[in-house]
């Protein structure tokens, strides 16, 4: 009998491609939107599927794990696999997989892209001119601040931090500060990056750039307390989740001058935004996009495929995450 998984989600056609090719057989939801854990419930005790290809918006634990016995392995489509409860899944023999690399240069230039709209004040002048508050130049509008010659923090040099740092470095030389639980050589030979505490990096830094993953030891990570210790001047970037801010204290931190600005693609408690934060002029915000690009989302897709044929096939993930 042909083996058959669920993807929660539509994924690109080259990965259903494959998918056909190896004759593997698949439902998938067709909603645009995160399917409620009440739906995949539904669905994973439907057939007795052998494999799933999940989102990073799909809470799967215990109660999914539950449904769906014949299930082998759990083709997160995403880096982060902060949405699934690997030491449940460790314990009961599933397997886990992510897509490690797929997205790195669209998440880099995110980051740079969001540092570069604060800085610039960009989104202020584009509000300004709809608004119809263009009545000719003024040396005295929206003064921004230059990237170049400043100090970037980056909190996390896995694939992503690492690019951030080349682009800035390279492209606009500003000097890199580090901090990661593993020292990275290469990076400190190539762009003179200095790893230091994340303490320092915070007291320090003109831009902080966030790009851990989110583990118990990264959630809060920016707090009231690490918010306080920063330069007044300071903006920070996070591109990685959004539970590694206190969004609540980053609000207050923002509105009473603690720092000067945020820039940001994911959320504590995304979709909804903590109170207070869309009102802010000095924030630049964006939905969860920065790796939402043609080519990052067709390796996501081939990466999240190649693990389901290789388990079924030979019970082997090629990008496990459980250690
Ligand atoms: P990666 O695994 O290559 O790098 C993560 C780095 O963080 C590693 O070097 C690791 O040693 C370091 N780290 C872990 N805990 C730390 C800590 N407490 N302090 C300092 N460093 C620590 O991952 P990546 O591909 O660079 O992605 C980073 C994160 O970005 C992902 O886990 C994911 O959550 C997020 N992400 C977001 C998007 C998006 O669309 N916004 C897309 C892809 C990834």
Redesign the pocket.
Known sequence: MNKKIYITRKIPDVGLKMLKEKGILFDMGTSKLPPSKKYIKKMLSKYPYDGVISFLTDQIDTEIFDTCPNVKIFANF???F?NIDIEEAKKRGILVTNT??T??TA?AE?AVALMFALTTRLIEGDKFIRKGKFKGWDPELLIGTDIKGKTIGL???????SRVAHMLHNGFGVNIIY????Q?TALEVDTGAKRME?AEILREADIVSL?????P??KH?INKSSLSTMKPTAIIIN???GPVIDEKELINALENGIIAGAGL??FEFEPKLVAGLSKLNNVALTP?????RQTARDMMAEISVKNIISVLESGIALNSVIK
């Open positions: 995403s880096v982060g902060n490690p690399g997205s790195g998440v995110h909190i996390g040099v896995g694939d992503i931090g901090s990661d639980v593993t990275n994340t790009h851990v993953p989110l583990l030891s990264t990570l591109t990685s989740r693609d994911v969860h996009i920065a790796s939402s």
